[in-house]
């Protein structure tokens, strides 16, 4: 059975990456810090679906054993610490590790880079430590579409120059590229970098649009729509992320063109969609309509995103999921887990 380790565990993407795989034949250890970025109970509540109970998961650098999955387990560390994250590659010896544990948030990297540079920079710097010492056999680690900056050219392909990000989120994820392919070069680790286009869907993120402007709307309350509504976004699915995830764990990413076993994918829904036309479909689901607070652009963000898949197609992926069907099961999803 092949071990992997998966980081960010009891964040959004992390955890339906674990809830899919532990469904197939693999181990799984899942660490996250369980960081206080946002709401803790929902990390708390992911944790929880996978059978890691919150008692247990609130300790340091102990592995619980899941209920319901006999194969995972959960962790609780900091990618940063040094020490920790040595021993504990040496110890589990993982087949393949998935780094998804980031801190994320353009608008937040504006007013605390530090945070960014310790997460991002110093956490990933240990994981391909750890990759490198214990001969890891494929790496898989979350970029972002934000390292195409202002890009003008669309589609965004992964051979547009990516020298200008306009965070300091969008520089730490270009950076992770950099380090990885370093260390693809020096150590011969296979490693497979993913650019993630704007995921959203149930169990997402309580800082992103869709659950701000959810939450927003049944209170009552306005919604701040910056640039006016008019900025596009490769708004994506989450379960057609999990997909596309799959699939790159089961490649070798040797690429065709290099002796470097080094690869960029985008993994996007590849149709943008404007702000607003995204905001009607939460008001069809909701019933309701929103109150727009019209603003002006945010620094750090850009005007649109727009994947070109047609690598990550060549595997087999696909994006299936119609913004409508996207946002009434996350609306679903919503009313649910806070009883509305
Ligand atoms: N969601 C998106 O739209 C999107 C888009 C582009 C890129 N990404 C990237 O995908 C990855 C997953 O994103 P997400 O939306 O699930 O975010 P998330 O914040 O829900 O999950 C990240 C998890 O990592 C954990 N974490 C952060 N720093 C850590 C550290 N130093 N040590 C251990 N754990 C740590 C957090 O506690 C959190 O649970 C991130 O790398 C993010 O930058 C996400």
Not at 145 to 169: A, R, W
Request: a neutral charge; proline letters at 3%; hydrophobic letters at 35%.
């Amino acid at each position: 059975m092949k071990k992997v380790l998966i980081t960010g565990a009891a964040g959004f993407i992390g955890f339906h990456l674990c809830k899919a795989l532990l469904e197939k034949d693999t181990e799984i250890i899942g660490l996250d810090n369980i960081n206080d970025y946002y709401d803790v109970n929902l990390k708390f509540a992911r944790l929880n679906e996978l059978g890691i109970y919150k008692e247990d998961a609130k300790k340091f650098n102990k592995n619980v054993q899941s209920d319901k999955y006999s194969n995972f387990t959960f962790v609780r560390s900091n990618l940063e610490d040094e020490k920790i994250i040595s021993e504990f590659f040496k110890r589990e010896k993982f087949d393949v590790v998935c780094n998804l544990a980031a801190q994320a948030g353009v608008r937040y990297s504006i007013d605390n880079p530090g945070i960014y540079v310790q997460s991002n920079l110093v956490g990933f710097l240990n994981v391909l430590e750890g990759c490198r010492h214990t001969k890891v056999k494929h790496l898989i680690y979350a970029s972002s579409s934000s390292v195409y900056g202002q890009n003008e050219k669309v589609p965004f392909s992964v051979v547009d120059n990516v020298d200008h990000p306009i965070s300091l989120y969008a520089a730490t994820k270009k950076s992770n590229e950099l380090m990885a392919y370093t260390y693809s070069h020096l150590y011969n680790i296979p490693t497979t970098g993913l650019r993630f286009f704007t995921v959203y869907g149930p169990w997402g993120r309580p800082d992103m649009a869709m659950f701000l402007f959810t939450k927003a709307i049944l209170e009552g309350k306005s919604i701040d729509v910056f640039n006016r509504g008019e900025m596009k976004r490769d708004f994506t699915y989450i379960d057609d992320i999990i997909a596309g995830v799959e699939l790159v764990m089961k490649e070798s990413p040797l690429s065709k063109t290099s002796t470097v076993s080094h690869k960029i994918l985008n993994i996007g829904n590849g149709s943008p969609e404007s702000l607003d036309n995204f905001i009607m479909a939460i008001e069809k689901s909701l019933n309701k309509k929103a109150v727009r607070n019209l603003l002006p652009m945010q620094p750090g963000d850009v005007p649109r995103t727009w994947a070109d898949t047609k690598e990550l197609e060549s595997l087999g992926y696909s994006s299936k999921t119609s913004i409508d069907e996207g946002v009434e099961n996350f609306v679903k999803w919503y009313k649910k887990f806070y009883e509305i």
